[in-house]
């Protein structure tokens, strides 16, 4: 692991499990990043929620949005039955036409990655599994560590890790960047995505803060929430990362991709999400390669919605396949 | 028409010559289609007369004049030009009003009425915004969401003042002045009349109001409306007219209290006029505010502010944050991050809800503001305007700032009254007040920074009347707007606005 913090700059020594108890330092990492202004980042969020978005417009932001979709179940109870119907969705999300899909990926725990991949294969639809001691984190890096390379030997094409919290909020940022690193490091060519789990992190300073961490060790895509913590993706939230993926754009050239997951639930949400997206990164970034939805409940409301503008007629929820 | 201008630097040091960062691109990837407001259900008479006294009165002068949209040319209907005499009848039938019925009525029941015009207002939210938009070219999402919604609230925060003033003044007695004569401006034209009328009818005063000339409509509206709520006759009275009709008001022997709102040069004259008469006064005039971002403020949201004080409404806003003064060590990033967000304002149709920036007022503002760009130009400023389509008919302009600004300069210290931003710097707090206060108007200023203690600092050393914090354009009825130096002299909303409209004793 070479970078600006790791190892060997005095700061990310403990973390990496290498060495004894570190001295204390001054909580830096690099410079404080940008402050957040609470109210101001709200309205704009709230006025560019006001776009009107109709006819073909709408239909365009909707079809866009089901291909960035990462089709999500994350259950205790989920077995390969459950995970085989739900890549059949992601596949063809409406069997009358399949022009519209497919989805960006199938999000599983690791044990139903190989189902997903098989049921998957050659159909271009990722397989992206959570790791790293999914949701909560707090397990010792090694295990972290372990699992995530387990979820890319069972064939995971993307894994969404998520960072310490706790040491986030304590200040030990250099224990959240050496942890990123090295999941990154252990995901080889699998995409990395960083989940900040926002709902945890208690002020957008903090968010922003983590953003930049997870930027600069090595994340491919940030991503809002686990989905088990409330609240999950907020379009405030998710404005304050897609500033932080702006300015480390203006900085380096690199674009790193923007993940809302957790609470998008309607299509006019989704719509929201993508005027968001539209109007701070610009048109590169209205593509599944950075820009994701983390949903479960979303991809049948904009189906809906979808139908509705091709029929003019609001269909009955018995339409839609229920995965 | 594309007109992104950068021109090439002569002496300039700034974002646009040593920029090589890489550049977001907001093209036409997903394009929002048209969303224009239906305008099927509104009603606008081919025809206005004046309102006094509860009717609807040809004006003694015989005259008409067109009132047009200037976002598409089209004439929207002929409104009447009241001469002197006929602002003689309407002072007449205020203080007829006013002796009669008006301060003879309760206070509690005063408040009813001006409670029912608020909610009336409210009722008709939707109808107001839309011809505010059509006769005065702002977008529909601006008089939805900021002027009609204000104006109702200006309305319903009086009416709770209306049989309370005796906690106004620290228990000082008043009373009411008489006749109010109220010469409003074209920019906020309905947002303007309830700024005006509530306060007067408040404390129990009549009143005489001249709309502007390129803006009638909505004060026309605001007629009926009071026709609707029965307002006794009398009690407000519109004369539509141009800069005649103004002075007839002003100058009127039986009119107790004069309020303008409008340019500096008119406020002068009218103060010229009214000096040793004893009349009251208040005046809202010109601005040429200071945005003030330091390098440690919330640059995103900063940015948002800084649009939000030039690009609002047009820049035709009194307290417009003209002139943006940012710290010289942020100096690059902000302007390059506001040349990125000036890509996604969208220009246009007024009645299209996703249009940021409107149209301009009128032909002869167009001009004001093309005459001032051109000697921003002409004295070597670096012009950026934003490369938006500008429609075949009507008057528009770019949102457009100017970088390499010195303070001497003209687009610096003229009111530019459009979507026109100079971009200036400073290197220490004390000289961002210095260069703020350099200026003969004092009407508001914004201070940017992550620092609460920095803000209070800066605010007391600002010689302006509202200093905005991390915010811009907000404004409350409870909050009272005013000036210092040229930009004129009294309040107007909260409790200190009250006492623009009574006689203490």
Known sequence: MSSILGNGNGHGARSSGNGGPRAPVYPLFTSPPPPVDQVAVEERAASLAKRSIKKA?????????????????????????????????????????????????ICVYPNLVPTAKQALAGSGVKVASVATAFPSGQSPLSVKLEDTRRAVDLGADEIDMVIDRGAMLAGDYAKVYDEIAATKEASGAAHLKVILETGELGSYDVVRRASEIAIAAGGDFIKTSTGKIQPAATPPVTLVMLEAIRDHFYATGRKIGMKPAGGVRTAKQALHYLVLVKETLGDAWLTPDLFRFGASALLNDVLMQLEKERTGNYQAGEDFSKD | ???????????????????????????????????????????????????????????????????????????????????????????????????????????????????????????????????????????????????????????????????????????RRHRALGVAGQIIPWNFPLLMAAWKIAPALACGNTVV?????????????????????????????????????????????????????????????????????????????????????????????????????IYFNQGHVCCAGSRLLVEESVHDIVVKKLRDRLQTLRLGDPLDKNTDVGAINSKMQLDKIKQLVEAGEHEGAQRYSAPCAIPQKGYWFPPTFFTGVSQSSRIAREEIFGPVLTVLTFRTPDEAIEKANNTMYGLSAGIWTDKGAKIFWMATRLQAGVVWGNTYNKFDPSSPFGGYKESGFGREGGRQGLSAYVELE
């Open chain 2, 1 to 171: 028409m594309s007109n992104e201008i950068i021109k090439p630097a002569k002496s300039m040091t700034s974002a646009a010559a040593k920029d090589t960062s890489p550049a977001l691109d907001f093209g036409h990837a997903w394009d929002y289609a048209p969303a224009p407001e239906a305008t099927d259900h509104v009603k606008i008479q081919p025809r206005y007369e004046l309102f006094i006294g509860g009717k609807w009165r040809a004006p003694k002068s015989g005259k008409y004049f067109q009132t047009i949209s200037p976002s598409t040319e089209q004439v929207l209907s002929e409104v009447a030009e009241g001469n002197a005499a006929d602002v003689d009848l309407a002072v007449r039938a205020a203080r007829q009003a006013y002796d009669k019925v008006w301060s003879k009525m309760k206070p509690a029941e005063r408040a009813k009425y001006i409670f029912r015009i608020s909610r009336a207002i409210q009722e008709k939210a939707r109808e107001l915004a839309i011809v505010e938009s059509m006769d005065g070219g702002k977008p529909i999402k601006e008089s939805r969401d900021v002027d009609v919604p204000l104006a109702a609230a200006h309305f319903f925060y009086h009416a709770g003042w209306a049989d309370k003033l005796d906690y106004a003044f620290h228990g």
């Open chain 1, 57 to 105: 417009t709408k239909v365009a932001g909707l079809r866009l949005a089901i291909r960035m979709m990462d089709l999500t179940t994350l259950e205790g109870k989920d077995t390969a039955g459950k995970v085989r119907a739900l890549c059949n969705k992601a596949m063809l999300p409406l069997d009358k036409d399949p022009s519209i899909g497919p989805c960006a990926a």
């Open chain 2, 209 to 309: 109001l001249k709309p502007a000339e390129t803006t009638p409509l909505t004060a026309l509206l605001l007629a009926q409306i009071f026709e609707e709520a029965e307002l006794p006759a009398g009690v407000v009275n519109i004369v539509t007219g141009a800069g005649e009709t103004g002075a007839a008001v002003a100058g009127h022997p039986d009119v107790n209290k004069v309020a303008f709102t409008g340019s500096t040069g008119v406020g002068k004259r009218i103060q010229r006029a009214l000096a040793g008469s004893n009349k009251r006064l208040t005046l809202e005039l010109g601005g040429k505010a200071a945005n003030i971002v330091f390098a440690d403020a919330p640059l995103d949201q900063a940015i948002e502010g800084i649009v939000n004080g």
